[in-house]
């Protein structure tokens, strides 16, 4: 499967506890977003890299939020001293380089439920 | 501020019955319109891309276009296997950094 891979699929935590999700993009797409979607929302922008950069990041997310790409190929997105509002899917979509290639390609999502 | 607007949320069509979503958009130029189908616990699944005003794709039952303040996404003869959640998403100018998505268009097709 050469689509973008996430996990877990599904994580279950409880409030104030630490998560951590993985993103694995297509290969050789330098292009890295993670979303947050809701139930009935379209997915809402996070944050945003370029390789192994952090470009831009979404004023909605708080400082218990971080990702992080090392070395441009897989990424991580932790959320600290989780809340219920966190509750979500949370995706991962990747791009591939140059001006005639701008969609992005999902993959399946991790469902964070915080009880 | 929205910049992108989907219409309507839900749409119910009996199986053959052909119909159009709409996806109005307010970004400073277009750098690309994007259209993903979404199935209940999934991630969105690429259908199109559109760059300019007059510009047309189909893919089977589905075929999308764009003027420079909305786009059709046109479904004709529809099947039970294409209900699903339609999302459209758009880029602005050179930034390649976001997509800003609608929420989406929630389609059921009964047999």
């Known amino acids: 499967d050469t689509g973008v891979s996430q996990n877990p699929r599904h994580k279950i935590t409880k409030r104030g506890q630490n998560v951590t999700f993985r993103c694995d993009p297509i290969s050789e797409h330098n292009r890295l977003y993670w979303y947050r979607q809701t139930l009935g929302q379209g997915p809402e922008f996070l944050t945003y890299?370029?390789?192994?950069?952090?470009?831009?990041k979404s004023r909605l997310l708080s400082d218990r939020f971080s990702a992080e790409r090392p070395k441009g190929s897989f990424s991580t997105l932790e959320i600290q001293r989780t809340e219920q509002g966190d509750s979500a899917m949370y995706l991962c979509?990747?791009?591939?380089?140059?001006?005639?290639?701008?969609?992005?390609?999902f993959g399946q999502g991790t469902r964070l439920t915080v009880v | 501020e929205d910049q992108v607007t989907q219409s309507p949320e839900a749409l119910r069509l009996q199986e053959g019955e052909s119909s159009s979503l709409n996806c109005s958009y307010t970004?400073?130029?277009?750098?690309?319109l994007f259209w993903y189908r979404q199935d209940p616990g999934k991630g969105p699944e690429f259908l199109f891309t559109l760059y300019s005003a007059g510009e047309e794709k189909e893919k089977e039952r589905l075929k999308a276009t764009l003027t420079k303040k909305e786009s059709f996404l046109h479904i004709t003869a529809p099947k039970p296997e294409d209900s699903a959640t339609y999302l459209c998403a758009v880029q602005e100018g050179y930034n390649f950094n976001k997509f800003y998505f609608g929420s989406g268009t929630k389609l059921n097709v009964k047999p």
């Open positions: 970004v400073s130029g277009l750098r690309g």
């Open positions: 979509a990747s791009s591939p380089h140059g001006q005639g290639h701008a969609e992005a390609f």
């Open positions: 890299f370029q390789n192994e950069a952090q470009l831009e």
